[in-house]
Nanobody, 126 residues
Framework: QVQLVESGGGLVQAGGSLRLSCAASGRTFSSYRMAWVRQAPGKEREFVAGISWSGGSTYYADYVKGRFTISRDNAKNTVYLQMNSLKPEDTAVYYC???????????????????WGQGTQVTVSS
């Protein structure tokens, strides 16, 4: 099991940047696939970005490609989401999520992630 705590959210102007962090606790952090998922008001949760246990493979939703970068530092038990060129439509609560490397399924399927943080609010003003 892994516990996740997000930080780094806030209010920014369109075109600005934020870096989200997800601090994980657990005996085998490196054995988990990690992802960022967001939920805007009145909408379903949607996949933003994912990363393999080693950080060697990354995955992005089409609407963030070229703007967001996911990375992880297993030595620090932390996963990051660097968000550049933010748009008002990026406004949402951003959640860190994790699943065991033993669990199958597509990285894009939110239901496959077992563990979730509390979320951090990102608000982008126009």
């Amino acid at each position: 099991q892994v516990q996740l705590v997000e930080s780094g959210g806030g209010l920014v102007q369109a075109g600005g940047s934020l870096r989200l962090s997800c601090a994980a606790s657990g005996r085998t952090f490196s054995s988990y696939r990690m992802a960022w998922v967001r939920q805007a008001p009145g909408k379903e949760r949607e996949f933003v970005a994912g990363i393999s246990w080693s950080g060697g493979s990354t995955y992005y939703a089409d609407y963030v490609k070229g703007r967001f970068t996911i990375s992880r530092d297993n030595a620090k038990n932390t996963v990051y989401l660097q968000m550049n060129s933010l748009k008002p439509e990026d406004t949402a609560v951003y959640y860190c999520a994790a699943r065991s490397v033993e669990d199958g399924g597509s990285v894009y399927v939110i239901a496959t992630y077992r563990y979730w943080g509390q979320g951090t609010q990102v608000t982008v003003s126009s």
